[in-house]
């Protein structure tokens, strides 16, 4: 299996997770509160203590440790809608980040043993380690239902001492803490020192095709490996980057990652894009990536009632007609018109259309600029956990920047003729 | 609208017979596509031989052939229907290989017949094993390590290279029939020799051993612009070495991290698209070497499978329906799934709940049949359970199996015990799963038990879960409300609680939800919640929330059958879909509750809500309190499911539920002996005499008292379970010795048995007032084997007038007397012209279905309305249902003449040397399925069903003869015509005499137990498996030609070749033989023959 090269770097581990303390016992109380007022009773989970974040459902049954390590369920409570959790335990390969991200863990029925034959430790074992506070043993069916039917809401895990306070106080507790809608969370996920990923370290056998300059908004382990498989450097720069550290690298691309918070904080993330719009650098973005090419256009973003967590979701390109089972991670969208190629609202970057658009509920899952090299989706071709079926979009990066480089060559030798023209 | 406009008409193959391997699933496919094509507007013609199934009632299709699934049979329905189109993917193996046939000899050409949902090309790919190695090759992935073989010379070299153990596997051929694993040189050459004969291409695979490997299955779907999904992941709890058909089965895997399942999605998709599946589902296998995660692609069913029947039910998508969809042209996309409405069928289901299966087996009726599970497919039936987590799941689907010890036990497990549970558990067995829990239980571990069974930890782990509960429940001081919390839980019934804490059920219960500890209900919705899901398809769990909807009428509950058993089969879930339908068309709201996966009755919209639950008391209870909480329950309908729902009805009408149609005391009077002998007597009828025992003393007096030869049964069984005619008294004190469970409710039954008597079926309906008797049939062979097992013929062909007058008043008197509202079945004997009743029963029969489709009157329909209250009158004006004036015993002369004939699983069961078990038929049933010949006469509709069960009779050749004395005489004039009919008559010792004398040349031939002569010449049995016979005739005596008969019949069938072993069967054949020699075979659809009879009665009504 592929190892995992990419260099360590500290980052700020801003606590998205307060007061973890002890190991759950089997038998500690806890308690899952909704900012609504509704309480489901369970045993804990993982750590003991108090998590406050986002209540939000995934349906993966595959995956769960890749979900808790995607930097995009920062300041979240995951549902797993699968009844059995950590049934594989955790392995070194998996993780898709440094450390686990999820702020609370909500799961049916914690696996007890883990088998695995590459299985390491269990997943209750990581929980505790990395201080995250769970809940077990509750109608995970239920809350689904609920979040589905009320929207996304704010929500609480209390578990050992911290669940025994009256309820109104752990409501109240979950009422004071911060919203998703206008959390600014890319630079608190996001590395603070630039690495490198190397074809070479992913089975490319010669020298780099291509080398990118990809903003770490959350980014996922698998991101840059699936670039580096396919003979593409990887320059993985902190949410920080400026577009003198990029062009410094002198990249054929920049990319944008996937990552958590309300994409209409990014105004930096924004501004540093229509940048790279404007130098004609081609760009490739990915879930939080599509959301600021959507905004750096010009279009605006919403939060969706309850997001699309979850990897068998359907996504119809339009551009061949055919279905792809994506993987996805997303409660924002951008809102652009579904019909043909429409003038960007920042005009100068000229026509763009929807690419991709989910079967589902027609939400927006790609864009394509038809006169800037440009394109992202919403949803995760790098999969980890999901299906490959859009693997084709990395290809199609390379081809636009190999697309742009021989016009760049000839945009240089008619430059340059025309030049010698107007000298005549 | 179809995509394709091309397209006019269709023809549709289906399964035929319900064989070990390929069952009720294909009617349930094969249903669906037919409403499909139905709605896009196509003309539908179907043909299948099975007169039980859903698929052939004549409103499915435009033209129904019941006819044998034959290439020659098929090409005349062809010729003569013309349809652009032959869809071959949803009739298992049997309509692929027919579609094959017909496209090898140039059928569909000369036709212009296009195949769709499938091509030859991707069929062979998929199915062809050498074939398919490369194009698992060409997609990156692994194959085991193999070799394909035609004789056992190539398998010995082949052995060589490979070593032992290693997988045999013929190629063609379905429920790896013919499979199996040799250990050493003599098992290679046994299995290789069979194996050669069961491929039709007499091709034989061999492979590495990739024995204890976790095996895993993916559910496919693929359209034509190439979109591809999963629609399920199964896991097999036991590992490979298990055909997947007898392995507990999970749904979704559960032990795969996200890289190794996409490793297997990866693969699938590339396999698809190498093989070319152009439209439709398939299945892929894999086998997970679980130290190393290495991948192995075991096959691929390039078709709709009984895995995908059970993918289906277990996450709501429904797969035939869908593919037959893509095959008209419609893409995935195009596709709106049914449950949620709002989202399209291109996506892949995920699943917030567990989903087991486990398979039943029939062992028991197969006593010499050595049980080890092997790739050779075994068990007759199947349930699934739903449940929020594995446990629930499993407990649930066990108890669903209603079989004694089906249920996991958390007795005591003495210590010395453990070692030998961990030693047996090397062998797969119907009883693993059980030696590894209580090994556990007794303080093995899981290490040990993986060591021994490689079973995967994770599960074995649960297992440990369960037997801790279960110490939890022995040791809690009282039914506390936590205990009982976390037992129901993890799925155990309130028997199994009250048997841990020294209660009764009922105690348990009554605490149990006084404490207000019940089930909710969630929902199968194929999104985990995500989306709202407009389809009530239920399953129950212990667990917060419920989602049963509130309903405004009260409904109407069906209780089915459960999974499908020798006895006990697709017929009566025919019956309860029927109800269904008629009562939904009635305006009413109807509930089914079955935990049969394999089911029309258990697909999502045939009622308007399903509840995929076990059947005992506590989880209908339970079902009938939701419905009540909703909405309210008109009544339960407990005479439609078999034997299953019959036995509950006392129980439910005791917890105050109305029953609908016929009442409890009614039930009770047909079954309890005492009370029916008072009705007999009251009608002035008889029985055979008879009597009750509970010892062998009571027996022994009982028999002396009646005479020998006695029919011994226990009381309460379907499918003469246990039933045996003793001759003399030291079988009966055998007998009595080996009956375990007699009690003083459970009695044992002994009645004289009939010699040489006519047995006759009646099937009819009663309102109170007046009867309708539905058809009567008349046995092929006599009374002494099993109803289910004989042929039997409708109209009946040599019982006259005054017979069937006697035998229209007897139903009459019984069903009056017993108090039937709906369907009473009632099996006559006829002996010296005396007719006795041999037994009743007050409920839906196995030849409801056949009833049904020979006199083309929905009975079952007719029933569920009687049930509601609607009268036989009013059936025959206002709802048409019945025809005006008549009955099924009065079908004018020239109405076609229908033969049901028994298809039996003998090819299937080995004994631990290897052999087949015999075939010989007996009073304990044992056929797993049926068909029906239907035709103007009784000759060729007798020749039509033998061809239907795959007996196909010869028209020349040779025929073996061979009978007991007794027999010696009523054969001649048979055997005579065989043999001026050209056939060449070959027999042994004395019946070679006999037929001498009487002026027949029979070739004399060595008896097997004369042995091969010194000059190489062989014996009769050797003669069989060298293919030089063509017929079996072989009737058993006592004695001493008793070895002699096993071994030749044994021989017969493994070859495949028709064996009859009754004088009246073989002079049948005579008769279908000489016919099949006169006239060229015809097809006529039931819509046909349907219109013919009713312009035959509304001719003859109008002359009275």
Redesign the interface.
């Known amino acids: 299996?592929e190892s995992n090269d990419v260099t360590e770097s500290k980052v700020t581990e801003q606590a998205v997770t307060a007061n973890a303390t002890a190991p759950a016992q089997a038998a500690t109380a806890a308690v899952l509160v909704l900012e609504d007022g509704r309480i489901?009773r369970g045993t804990g989970y993982g750590a003991t203590g108090t998590a406050l974040g986002e209540a939000v459902?995934a349906?993966?049954?595959?995956?769960y440790?890749?979900t808790i390590t995607d930097p995009s369920y920062a300041r979240q409570l995951v549902v797993q809608?699968?009844?059995?959790i950590g049934?594989?335990g955790v392995?070194r390969?998996?993780a898709e980040s440094r450390r686990i991200w999820v702020a609370g863990y909500i799961v049916?029925?914690a696996?007890?043993?883990?088998?695995?034959?590459?299985s390491e430790r269990s997943l209750d074992d990581e929980l505790i380690e990395q201080g995250i506070v769970g809940i077990q043993g509750?109608?995970?069916?239920?809350i689904?239902?609920h979040l589905?039917e009320h929207k996304t809401m704010r929500a609480g895990i209390f578990s050992g001492d911290a669940a025994r306070a009256a309820d109104k106080e752990l409501v109240d507790a979950v009422l004071a803490s911060a919203p998703m809608e206008g959390a600014r969370l890319a630079e608190e996920v996001s590395v603070d020192k630039a690495y490198i990923v190397e074809p070479r370290d992913f089975g490319w056998d010669g020298e780099p095709r291509f080398s990118i300059a990809a903003i770490d908004l959350g980014i996922k382990r698998m991101t840059p490996i699936r670039f580096a498989q396919r003979g593409v450097r990887v320059h993985v720069l902190p949410a920080t980057a400026t577009l003198a550290d990029i062009t410094a690298l002198n990249p054929d691309g920049v990319f944008m990652s996937n990552g958590p918070g309300d994409p209409a904080t990014a105004d930096t993330q924004v501004k540093l894009l229509r940048s790279v719009l404007d130098a004609k650098i081609p760009y490739f973005g990915i879930c939080f990536g599509n959301q600021i090419l959507g905004r750096a256009l010009g279009f605006g973003t919403y939060k969706l009632r309850y997001g699309h967590r979850?990897?068998?979701?359907?996504v119809?390109d339009r551009r061949t007609?055919?279905?792809e089972?994506t993987s996805q991670n997303h409660g924002f969208a951008v809102d652009a018109p579904l019909d043909g190629a429409t003038r960007a609202p920042e005009e100068r970057f000229g026509r763009v259309e929807v690419s991709h658009v989910s079967?589902?509920?027609d939400v927006v899952e790609g864009l394509s600029c038809l006169d800037i090299p440009a394109f992202s989706v919403q949803y995760h071709p790098e999969?980890?956990?999901?299906?490959?079926d859009a693997a084709y979009l990395f290809d199609r990066f390379i081809e636009l920047m190999a697309d742009a480089s021989s016009k760049t060559e000839t945009d240089t030798k008619t430059a340059t003729e025309s030049k010698t023209e107007d000298t005549k | 609208m179809p995509k394709r406009t091309d397209l006019k008409s269709v023809l549709v193959i289906g399964s035929g017979p319900i064989v070990i391997g390929q069952a009720a699933e294909f009617d349930y496919s094969g249903t669906q596509a037919l409403r499909v094509l139905k709605e896009e507007g196509l003309r539908v013609i179907l043909v299948n031989s099975n007169p039980a199934t859903i698929m052939t009632d004549p409103e499915f299709a435009d033209a129904t052939y019941v006819e044998p699934i034959t290439p020659e049979v098929v090409e005349k329905i062809i010729a003569k229907e013309r349809p652009d189109a032959l869809l071959p993917t949803l009739g298992g193996q049997t309509a692929l290989n027919t579609a094959i046939a017909l496209d090898k000899n140039g059928v569909l050409e000369k036709y212009n017949v296009e195949l769709i949902g499938a091509n030859i090309a991707a069929i062979e790919l998929g199915e062809d094993r050498e074939k398919f190695k490369g194009v698992v090759e060409r997609c990156g992935a692994e194959s085991a390590r193999s070799h394909i073989i035609h004789t056992i010379d190539e398998a010995l070299t082949a052995a060589a290279d490979l070593g032992y153990p290693m997988v045999v596997r013929p190629s063609f051929t379905m429920g790896g029939l013919g499979s199996g694993l040799a250990y050493d040189e003599n098992d290679l050459r046994r299995i290789v020799g069979q194996g050669l004969q069961y491929s039709p291409t007499s091709e034989v695979l061999l492979e590495e051993s990739i024995l204890g490997w976790k095996e895993y299955e993916l559910e496919m779907m693929r359209d034509k612009n190439d979109n591809v999904v999963v629609v399920c992941s199964i896991e097999n709890f036991d590992p490979v070495g298990v055909h997947t058909g007898d392995s507990i089965t999970v749904a979704p895997a559960l032990t795969l991290t996200d890289r190794e399942y996409q490793r297997l999605r990866d693969i699938s998709i590339a396999v698809i698209r190498e093989v070319g599946v152009d439209t439709g589902g398939c299945n892929i296998q894999f086998a997970v070497e679980p130290d190393t995660g290495r991948v192995v692609v075991i096959e691929m069913n390039p078709r709709v499978s009984r895995s995908s029947a059970l993918a289906s039910k277990a996450t709501g998508f429904a797969i035939a329906k869908i593919a037959t969809k893509l095959s008209l042209g419609y893409t995935l996309d195009e596709i709106p799934n049914d449950i949620t409405q709002k989202t399209p069928a291109s996506f892949e289901p995920t699943l917030d709940y567990v989903v087991v299966k486990v398979p039943r087996f029939a062992f028991e009726k197969f006593p010499a049949a050595d049980p080890t599970l092997t790739t050779t497919m075994k068990s007759v039936g199947e349930a699934m359970a739903m449940g929020r987590n594995f446990t629930e799941a499993l407990q649930k689907a066990l108890r669903s199996l209603e079989q004694k010890g089906s249920q996991l036990d958390f007795s005591h497990v003495p210590e010395w015990e453990v070692p030998e549970l961990i030693e047996k558990s090397k062998r797969p067995t119907t009883d693993r799963l059980h030696q590894v829990q209580r090994a556990l239980l007794g303080g093995a571990t899981v290490e040990q038990l993986f060591e021994a069974s490689k079973i995967d930890p994770w599960y074995l782990d649960q297992l440990q879960l369960l037997n801790e509960i279960s110490l939890e429940i022995r040791q809690a001081a009282a039914l506390t409300p936590d205990m009982l919390q976390r037992a129901k839980r993890h799925g155990f019934s309130d028997e199994q609680i009250g048997a841990l804490t020294h209660n009764s059920e009922d105690v348990v219960r009554g605490v149990r939800q006084a404490l207000g500890i019940r089930p909710v209900y969630k929902t199968v919705d194929t999104c985990a919640a995500e989306f709202a899901a407009y389809t009530p398809y239920h399953y129950s769990s212990y667990d917060e929330e419920d989602e049963v909807a509130l309903h405004a009428k009260p409904s109407i509950i069906i209780l089915g059958s459960g999974p499908n058993r020798i006895g006990q089969g697709i017929e009566f879930d025919y019956s309860c879909v029927h109800a269904s339908m008629a009562l939904r068309k009635a305006g009413y709201e109807t509930v089914m509750v079955n935990c049969n996966p394999e089911t029309v009755s258990t697909d999502y919209d045939v009622s308007t809500r399903l509840y995929f639950e076990p059947l005992t008391l506590e989880d209908v209870l339970e079902v009938i309190a939701a419905e009540e909480r909703t909405g309210g329950v008109m009544g339960v309908f407990v005479q439609l499911g078999g034997q299953t729902p019959l036995k509950l009805a006392q129980q439910l009408a005791d917890a105050g539920v109305p029953i609908l149609g016929t009442s409890p005391e009614a039930i009770d009077l047909a079954e309890h002996r005492g009370a029916f002998s008072q009705v007999l007597d009251r009608a002035g009828l008889i029985s055979p005499k008879n009597g009750t025992a509970v010892s062998f003393e009571d027996a022994k007096k009982i028999a002396d008292e009646i005479g020998y030869p006695v029919l011994v049964r226990p009381s309460y069984v379907l499918g003469g379970r246990g039933m045996e005619i003793v001759y003399d008294e030291p079988n009966l004190s055998r007998y009595i010795a080996n009956a375990t469970e007699i009690t003083t409710e459970h009695p044992v039954l002994i009645d004289r048995f009939l010699e040489d008597a006519v047995e006759i079926d009646v099937d009819a309906l009663y309102d109170g007032t007046e009867m309708y008797l539905g058809g009567i049939m008349e046995h092929i062979e006599e009374a002494g084997i099993h109803s289910g097992d004989s042929a039997c013929v409708l109209p009946p062909i040599t019982l006259g007038n005054n017979v069937l007058d006697r035998v229209r008043t007897a139903t009459l008197a019984i069903a009056e007397g017993v108090g039937v509202r709906g369907l009473i079945n009632i099996q006559f004997a006829l002996a010296s012209d005396v007719l006795y009743v041999l037994e009743a029963n007050p409920r839906a029969s196995r030849t409801v279905p056949f009833v049904s489709k020979a006199t083309g009157v929905q009975m079952a329909k007719a029933a569920a309305l009687i049930g509601t209250g609607v009268t036989i009158n009013q059936l025959r004006t206002a709802y048409k249902m019945l025809p005006e004036t008549g009955d099924g015993s009065t079908l004018p002369l020239d109405a076609p003449v229908s033969v049901k004939e028994a298809v039996l699983p003998f090819s299937r069961f080995r004994t631990p040397e290897g052999k087949v078990v015999d075939s010989l038929l007996g009073p304990e049933m044992r056929s797993t399925g049926e068909v029906m010949g239907i035709d103007k006469h009784f000759d060729t509709a007798f020749a039509k069903s033998q061809a239907a069960a795959n007996n196909a009779l010869p028209t020349e050749g040779k025929i073996f003869v061979s009978v007991a004395n007794r027999d010696k005489r009523s054969v001649i004039m048979g055997v005579k015509r065989l043999s001026d009919l050209g056939f060449e008559i070959v027999s042994t010792g004395g019946t070679a005499d006999v037929l001498r004398r009487n002026g027949i040349q029979a070739t004399p031939v060595r008896k097997v137990a004369e042995g091969s002569s010194a000059e190489g010449e062989g014996t009769i049995a050797d003669l069989i498996i060298a293919g030089e016979i063509d017929m079996v005739f072989n009737t058993p005596s006592g004695g001493e030609a008793r070895s002699d008969g096993y071994e030749l019949r044994a021989a017969a069938t493994s070859i495949g070749i028709p064996c009859i072993t009754t004088v009246a069967e073989f002079n049948a054949a005579v008769q279908a033989i000489e016919a099949l020699r006169t006239y060229e075979w015809s097809v006529t659809s039931l819509q046909e023959h349907a219109a013919a009879l009713f312009a035959s009665q509304n001719a003859a009504s109008q002359n009275a």
């Not at chain 1, 979850?310 to 359907?314: R, V, Y």
């Open positions: 299996m489901f459902f349906t993966g049954m595959t995956g440790q890749e809608t699968a009844p059995h049934n594989t392995n390969d998996d049916r029925d696996a007890r043993r883990p088998s695995n034959w590459r509750v109608d995970t069916r239920a689904t239902r589905r979850g990897i068998n979701q359907p119809l007609g055919k279905v089972i079967l589902n509920d999969a980890a956990a999901g299906p490959h």
